[in-house]
């Protein structure tokens, strides 16, 4: 579509390339230049029909990526990605309301009609059927279940820094988590329905050697008609413990359009990018898909794997960097992850610090330090949950609070009416005994994912 | 806007604003500012200089010079900048922070007919080029990088004018 053409229609729609370490890198690839009259001619023909009419109206105000509004960070408008702006969102409500949970979008939304849907299954030992939207609501118990979900690349504007710029969107802050009740029914129940053995391989009376995945694809696709995809292990799918839902309702609501109207994919403990939305087809494999986004979008890499390698510039023959892609894994679950959201002055003599804690893959939070002094020392919070621990299967967030008591010297300077720079930590543990690792750079990977490095956040304490 | 968040949403806390560490983060609650386009940056520095360095009387023979050079894509021209404003900007902003024609005596005229010839991966020398604001890029080795990839040049025109024509429909029957 725009090769051969110029960028400043597809630009109007994608305003997420309007920024500098963006623009400076279009200048490695540049070779000539046009004269004025053919840039003027070339310009003119330069357009792309705005594929994003579907979306759900936005906020009129919002002008460019990044764009602050009263609640949201909208981190880009084509495709929505929005995360919640303020982080006591999080910490204050135990379920995210719906218009304040984070949104990636890949593409447009879909417009689906009720009657319209249909979801497909096919593949290894299932019969290929169809189903609507009142086959899955009538046909399957429903159950309700509570379940973080992260974005895989949460907290990426840390990894953006001046020397080492990071070339993937949507660039979150913090806040590119959630938690919510999600109402549906279990796959695991539409597996059986279209024909799997999924008990006889949850008790392993049954075998097979040629199923490994569960492919989704979703409605929404981009100009030339790729979907989005995602892929979850066989064995997720067919654990009556892994609580798998195809859900039609958040927080005891109609599922949002931007949430995956009108059936949505929740593989709990599982990062975002695996949760596919408006669930189109379900595939049963053997082999992983191709289709599957998380492939080129949600891989790990070791953290001297740069850009510009990735980029082939001279370091890796093709077959070299196809390899290298192959190799390197694709993101299912997260790591241990905790987030400050809040913290007061207590009486010049604590601080009282609050935020949220997750673990991938079900594990629980056994433990969440915080210091205020910058990781010299911590102190273990107290952790809050309406829900009970259970092994495995701790799909919620938690809360923490701490009340940290300040230094002889910090208090004598706030008695004094002074201010005080302190540096607020948090480092949250799970049930394996992972914990969050201190610093960045040895787990700095070029695609911006599973970032977990300790929470710093530098406050400045006035007296009160 | 911005400054209205401030200290109403933070109670006693107030944020430093000091120069970021990697792995710090200092933008809890408050967006940092956006860049004040008024302010110098490093490229209106860059821009000087090579403006400056264009009142010598070798420039002439140094762009001659350079155009005749067959300059390969992915190999950098220059130094890249190490200032980056940290926020996007609109369409008009970017272009006073980042002025991207002061590199253009280095680089040739290339007719339009030549550009439009380089559509596809598939065709001819099986290079991709797109043009921006005057400038030609061949973005052959970036593209599989890109996450819209499959907007480069895959499926030019059948599968284009279906996607519109089932936008349209599906928005109409709303």
Redesign the interface.
Known sequence: ????????G???I???H????I??L???????????E??A??EAESSL?N?Y??DPPRDPNV????T?TDDL?IASLHPYNAEP????VLSDNFYTPNHLFWVRNHNAV??I?EDEYSLEISGQHVNSIELSLKDLKTKFKKYEIPCTIQCAGN?Q??Y??????L???PHW??TAIGNAVWGGCKLRDVLKYAGLDVDGMSLGTKEYNDLNWVSFLGYD??????QYGGMIPIEKAVDSWGDCLLVYEMNHTELPRDHGYPIRLIAPGHAGCRQVKWVKTIELLDQPSELDSGS??DRHFAPNIC?DK?????HLDDKEEEELMATAPVIQTLPVQSI?CD???ENDKELKIRGVAWAGGGKAIARCDVSINGGDSFKTAKIITPIKTTWNRNWSWVHFECKCELSEENKEKLKNGEEI?IQLVSKAVDDNFNAQPE???PFYNVLGVCIN??????????P? | ??GG?SAA?I??????V?T?K????????I?PQPPSISSPTKCDNNLKQIQKSKSTSSIDKKAAKLMSTV?K??????A????????????E??HE??D?NK??DK??????SQ??????PDVGDGT????????????T??MD?H??K???????QF??V???VN?FR??N??
């Open positions: 579509m725009v090769g051969g053409n110029d960028l400043s597809y630009w109007k994608y305003t997420l309007f920024r500098e370490h623009q400076e279009l200048q490695k690839y540049r070779i000539g230049n046009l004269t004025a053919d840039r001619i070339i029909n594929h009419i579907t002008t460019h990526a990044d602050i960070i702006r303020d982080l006591k879909p417009l009609e907290r504007e840390d953006n820094t001046t020397d080492n710029p070339y993937v969107a802050h913090n696709e981009d100009e030339t008609g790729v080129k979008l850009f990735l980029r082939n510039e001279g400050i913290w007061e002055n720079d610093n960045m750079e490095h300790w929470k710093r956040v530098n406050v400045t304490i006035k009160n | 806007m911005i968040i949403s109670g006693t806390a107030a944020y430093i000091n970021r990697p792995g710090d983060n200092n933008d809890l609650l967006h300059i894509p992915g190999i950098e021209p220059y890249l900048t190490t200032t980056y404003t940290k926020n996007h900007a609109t369409e902003e970017i922070i980042t991207i590199y253009m680089y040739p005229i290339i007719p339009l550009v439009r010839e380089h559509y596809s991709v080029w797109v043009t921006w604001k005057g400038g030609v890029y061949d973005v080795q970036f990088h996450p819209g499959s907007i480069y040049c895959y499926s030019v599968k284009n279906t996607m519109i936008q599906r928005f029957t709303y």
